[in-house]
């Protein structure tokens, strides 16, 4: 399971091979990230079109790295770095290779300045949605993309054009807004965000138009396969399902679903740390799976009590989730219990494959090891989170559902310094709402792969109207990332953080203060424990 691809060795290989197995394809194409605000978005475009993708480090992988894997094609992202000023690194014998490439907006500049093209700072800077003009509209890589449509622009250098270049499309500011030179193509805007309204038509153009793919992750057959195990496996036994309204037990319930008959499946939420929407996602879309809301808040901070490090409450509540599922199972009589655990939940929690080598527990996840009294049903077991989500799609979950921003299964014990107690618990719901509902009247909850609200266990001193005391202070943080094994704290807009602080501490007493996380991964995890 390849997280961020670093070498090409024989045992990386190997993984990649047994991955290509798992997903019924020999092709693999390379994403090498380049620092966009928006690289997860183009991770998630492939992942809707089918294709295996794998995220390169562009410090670290070669040109020989790349002959060796023999990828399909190649996408090159947009970054905040400069061809002028700082060149980010990148291995421009790659380009050499004859191995379709796409470059999105730096990725665009970068190919063309290797090839002699001028790239250099636009008198006007293109930031938001401009009309596209097309110069080409028979290029493969238009197809099927109307001129006139929007595209989204933020970038400060222009390509100017040249004699080499065929230019494709323009933009008022960009005259050479999409191009083109032998196997190189390149687009001066950004295809994977939504204000591109026919991004996905670009990338499906690149990757089975000009790259000749052939293989897409059959999302269908998939998903009809995992019905089928599940409806062999249960027979006419009954099955309770952990569900907490997010992706991963979304699609096991969607699989449920389609694979029992009515009155096979229960699904139990239980409420206590939870996310404030969580419980109106899961009302919305699975209320009709028997559902039970056990509120479990009183169990959950009587296990937490007096615990302080992170890792001691991830134990305590587990023995509640555990003794929870158990008893609703009993009281259901039911053969199984199922959860929506993937490959990595198990991994991290130090199992997945057999080997005789140690691994390393690098969390301890709720849904893994718990040694029920009953058989577990996790018919994710064998997936990443790009592959469940395909699953989704192919049982027809709503898109909302499956790219929701993850949330760890400890929940808000995890976004709480310190002791859990009741108030703290309160504060951090309360805070989250607030949070997450400003990330979505923005427009700004899909740029960042996630984002969270933790109540430390610092003091601040307050003036609120004629009176003063102290309050708590709350810190804030969202990521950019592709697959969170790196990340770069996101740079949310000044005026928003603004907004979003003052409803903070005028909706939440208790708060005095709020900060903003600005740590990467490495050194920082995402989440606070």
């Known amino acids: 399971m390849i997280n961020t691809l670093t070498q090409v ?181 950004h295809p994977e965000v939504s204000a591109s309204e026919h991004g996905a038509q670009l990338f499906e153009n690149f990757c089975f138009g000009i790259c000749g793919a052939r293989d897409r992750f059959p999302a269908e057959d998939a998903a009809a396969r995992k019905v089928a195990e599940v409806r062999q496996t249960v027979g006419a036994g009954r099955v309770l399902l952990a569900i907490s309204g997010g992706s991963d037990s979304s ?16 699904a139990v939420y239980i409420r206590g740390i939870d996310r404030p929407d969580d419980e109106a996602f899961v009302k919305q879309y699975f209320g009709h799976l028997d559902l039970v809301i056990h509120d479990a808040t009183d169990e959950f901070l009587a296990a937490l009590a007096g615990h302080t490090g992170m890792h001691a409450k991830r134990v305590a509540m587990r023995g509640v989730y555990k003794h929870i599922l158990e008893s609703e199972a009993a009281k259901f009589q039911a053969a199984y219990i199922a959860q929506g655990t993937l490959y990595t939940d198990l991994v991290e929690s130090g199992g997945g494959h057999t080997s005789g080598a140690r691994k390393a527990q690098i969390k301890l996840h709720h849904n893994a090891n718990l040694g029920f009294a009953l058989p577990e049903l996790t018919p994710l077991d064998d997936c990443v989170k790009d592959t469940a989500r395909a699953i989704g799609r192919g049982l027809k979950l709503p898109e909302e559902l499956l790219v929701r921003h993850p949330f760890p299964g400890p929940g808000l014990v995890v976004r709480v310094e310190g002791e859990v107690t009741a108030e703290r618990l309160r504060i951090a719901r309360a805070a989250d709402a607030i949070y997450m509902a400003e990330l979505r009247a923005t427009r700004l909850y899909e740029t960042v792969w996630q984002a969270g609200a933790v109540v430390t266990r610092s003091i601040h001193t307050y003036s609120k109207g004629d009176d003063a005391g102290q309050g708590l202070v709350l810190a804030l943080w ?20 603004r907004r979003v602080s003052r409803r903070l501490t005028n909706e939440i007493p208790e708060i005095a203060s709020v900060v903003y996380r600005i740590s990467d991964k490495p050194p920082a995890t995402v989440e606070w424990g």
């Open 251 to 266: 699609v096991v319930a969607a699989i449920l679903d389609a694979a029992l008959e009515p009155g096979q499946v229960r």
């Open 9 to 189: 060795t024989p045992a990386v290989l190997k993984e990649i091979a047994a991955e290509q197995k798992l997903r019924q394809t020999r092709e693999v194409f390379l994403l090498f990230a380049m620092g966009s605000q928006f690289d997860h978005l183009i991770k998630i475009a492939l992942d809707r079109l089918g294709v295996y993708c794998l995220v390169a480090d562009p410090a670290q992988v070669t040109a020989a790295d790349v002959q060796r894997l023999g990828p399909t094609g190649i996408i090159v992202s947009g970054g905040p770095s400069s061809v002028h000023t700082d060149a980010p690194p990148f291995d421009a014998a790659i380009y050499e290779l004859g191995v379709p490439v796409l470059g999105i907006c730096l990725g665009f500049q970068m190919w063309a300045a290797h090839h002699g093209a001028k790239v250099r700072p636009a008198e006007r800077r293109e930031f938001g949605v401009h009309a596209l003009s097309l110069n080409a509209p028979d290029s493969p890589l238009l197809r099927d993309i109307p001129g006139g449509s929007s595209v989204l622009q933020s970038h400060g250098d222009r390509i100017e054009p040249g004699e080499r270049i065929q230019v494709l499309a323009a933009t008022d500011n960009a005259p050479v807004a999409a191009g083109h030179l032998g196997h190189l193509w390149g687009v001066q805007f």
């Open 478 to 497: 969202a990521v950019w990332s592709v697959n969170v094994f790196t990340t770069e704290w996101a740079e949310l807009p000044y005026d928003f953080l």
